[in-house]
Nanobody
Framework: QVQLVESGGGLVQAGGSLTLSCTAS????????MGWYRQAPGKQRETVAI???????QYADFAKGRSAVSRDNAKNTVSLQMNSLKPEDTAVYYC???????????WGPGTPVTGSS
């Protein structure tokens, strides 16, 4: 079973930046979609940013203009950089990857991000 592992979370000062990375345990194929979601305490999981295998990206409104998602198809990695962090960005951030041919709908275990004021 392919697994995803995130890294890069932690405490970030308001106005600061974070970079999250996610690596899949296998290569040799290209995920159709990779991206990032987050879940704040007491709230539902929501999309942050996703990117298709061809490089088309989509961002949540709160992420537009201050975030950048990128991926390396050869390494099956995806990264998220988010700037101008706010306390409301506090959440557990999850990496996600989809590979339709093998019916892979994968989640990483999550990495917590705390935006301090």
């Amino acid at each position: 079973q392919v697994q995803l592992v995130e890294s890069g979370g932690g405490l970030v000062q308001a106005g600061g930046s974070l970079t999250l990375s996610c690596t899949a345990s296998e290569t040799g194929f290209v995920f159709d979609v990779m991206g990032w979601y987050r879940q704040a305490p007491g709230k539902q999981r929501e999309t942050v940013a996703i990117m298709s295998r061809t490089g088309v990206s989509q961002y949540a409104d709160f992420a537009k203009g201050r975030s950048a998602v990128s991926r390396d198809n050869a390494k099956n990695t995806v990264s998220l950089q988010m700037n101008s962090l706010k306390p409301e960005d506090t959440a557990v951030y999850y990496c996600s990857a989809v590979y339709y041919s093998s019916n892979y709908f994968l989640w990483g275990p999550g990495t917590p991000v705390t935006g301090s004021s």
